[in-house]
Every structure is written in C-alpha cells, then in structure tokens.
C-alpha cells in the first residue's frame, strides 16, 4: 500500500499538469478554430520523459495521444460553432479530400522520421506560427474568395501534412488560409474549426497503425497512442471548448494572439534545448 501511495504522489503533479494543459487545450481550440495540439504536445512530450519514455518513441507517443484529445475538443468545438450558423461547410466539403489525404502522408512520414527530426519539424513551425500571431494582420489578403483553381487544396494538403506531423488540429494554417482569400476571422476560425475533428480522427488511427508492436511503448498503449494521459485530459479540454467559443464571440482576441505568440515560442525554445541540451 505504501509502494502504491508513493507512486501516486510521484505521479500526482504530471496528472495536474495533464489536467490544466487539457484546460487550455479546450479553451483555445474554441477560441482560436485551433485543435489544442499546440498546448498538449510540449506538455505531453515533459510527461513522457518523467515517465521515462525511451527518446526514440516518446516524441510518436505524444503526438499519437495529443490526436485521442484534440479530436473530441474539436468536435465540441466545431458543433458550437456550427450551432451558431458560423461554418462554411462548402469550404469544408471542398477541402476535406485535401486534408485528408495530407494527414494520411504525415503520419507514414512520422512512422519513419526521427524523434529528433519531429523536434525539428515543431521548432520551426512554431517559430512561423508565433511570428504570424505577433506580425500578422487580419486586413492581409491574396483575394476575396477561395481561387476557382486548385492552389486552396495544394494549401490544405500541406496543412494536413503538418497537422499530422505535429498532432495539431491545423487550426492555425487554415485560418491564416481562409483570411488571405478574404473570410471574416471569426468565419475563418469556424470554419477552420471543422476541419479539427477529421485531422484528429485520420491521425489517431495512423499513429495506432504506426506504432503497433512497437518496443518502449508506456503501459496502456495502443500503438503510438498513450489511452491514460488521454484520458486524464479529456474531461478538462471537453469541459473549456465551449468557453472558448463564447469568448471567440464576445471578447477582442489581440492580446490572446500576443500571448499565444509568446507561447509558441517558448515551445520552439524548450525543443531546441531538448535537441542540443
């Protein structure tokens, strides 16, 4: 009883951790149309290594299971939105084909990319994703509407291949892509929001497929995906999306962005230490 005590208290403050990522997970997957993936992810990969994860799969662990929590947040997130008649779901209809097929080449690239090189891919990302909230304006525009010709679905096919290789809900890069073709930014968010659950579930079931067999796994894996620190932060991320979308609605967003900016680069900050550390 005493040996058990001792592990729960050891392990207590990596579950609170869990529990407020998931807290901001949901909030901002509601607020920005994003999936959580960039709050789970550098928390979740500082989990796996106090769970003494072996660094050659503890970086396809996370990503794997950030997928088990980001995809049920943005369902909540996306049924908010459409609840309030904000998606586009002809954009939607549209692009999806893209994504998909985008997510399904980022994870059989995971499958065979180092940890080390998917520490690369998330630093520079974040390094462009925190300079566009820092930089970036919403008046920027490459037109009006989605192009007729099929440059929109090369973009989204890259967006589900990033997505996939970094387990984020693409929320970001398709709002960024929705604004420069002229949609409001909260039009943008919603209607990125939809394509949060689809990158999830695609995602969710490569890296399972991925990582199945695989040695170094933490106990109660399927594949790549890790079911006890999904579920640890599920109830809380599901709890706050819908928080986040009320505040998408009624509250300016500046300082967020400003704030989130300077989050991301923290992440970049942390991996690049973790790479030459």
């Known amino acids: 009883m005493s040996d058990l005590v001792t592990g729960l208290v050891a392990f207590a403050p990596m579950v609170a951790a869990l529990a407020v990522a998931g807290i901001a997970a949901g909030f901002l997957s509601g607020l920005f149309g994003i999936g959580g993936g960039s709050i789970i992810v550098p928390v979740?990969?500082?989990a796996m290594g106090v769970a003494n994860v072996p660094e050659?799969?503890?970086?396809?662990?996370?990503?794997?299971?950030?997928?088990?929590?980001?995809?049920?947040?943005g369902l909540r997130s996306f049924l908010a939105q459409r609840a309030r008649n904000a998606v586009d779901m002809a954009v939607i209809r549209r692009?999806?084909?893209a994504v998909f097929l985008g997510v399904i080449v980022g994870v059989a690239l995971a499958s065979v990319l180092s940890s080390e090189a998917l520490r690369w891919v998330w630093v520079a990302a974040a390094v462009l994703m925190s300079?566009?909230?820092?930089?970036?304006?919403?008046?920027?525009?490459?037109?009006?509407?989605l192009p007729a010709h099929r440059s929109a679905e090369v973009a989204a096919l890259a967006i589900g291949v990033l997505s996939a290789l970094m387990s984020i809900g693409g929320g970001l890069f398709m709002v960024s892509l929705l604004m420069l073709f002229g949609f409001p930014v909260l039009a943008a968010v919603a209607t990125s929001s939809?394509?949060?659950?689809?990158?999830?579930?695609t995602g969710l079931v490569g890296y399972m497929w991925a990582g199945w067999g695989s040695a170094g796994l933490p106990p109660g894996s399927l594949g790549y995906v890790n079911i006890p620190a999904a579920l640890v932060m599920l109830p809380t991320s599901l709890a706050f999306a819908p928080?986040?979308?009320?505040?998408?609605?009624?509250?300016?967003?500046?300082a967020l962005e400003l704030a989130f900016s300077a989050f991301l680069a923290l992440v970049?900050?942390?991996?690049?230490?973790?790479?030459y550390g």
Not at 56 to 65: E, I
Not at 131 to 145: E, F, N, V
Not at 243 to 254: D, F, I, M, Q
């Open 268 to 275: 970049a900050a942390k991996f690049l230490w973790s790479l």
């Open 44 to 46: 979740l990969y500082t």
């Open 243 to 254: 928080l986040g979308v009320r505040a998408a609605h009624g509250l300016p967003k500046r």
């Open 131 to 145: 300079l566009k909230l820092a930089l970036g304006r919403d008046d920027w525009r490459l037109g009006d509407t």
């Open 56 to 73: 050659d799969v503890r970086m396809q662990v996370t990503l794997g299971t950030s997928f088990a929590v980001i995809g049920p947040t």
């Open 194 to 201: 939809g394509f949060g659950p689809l990158i999830a579930a």
């Open 95 to 97: 692009l999806a084909p």
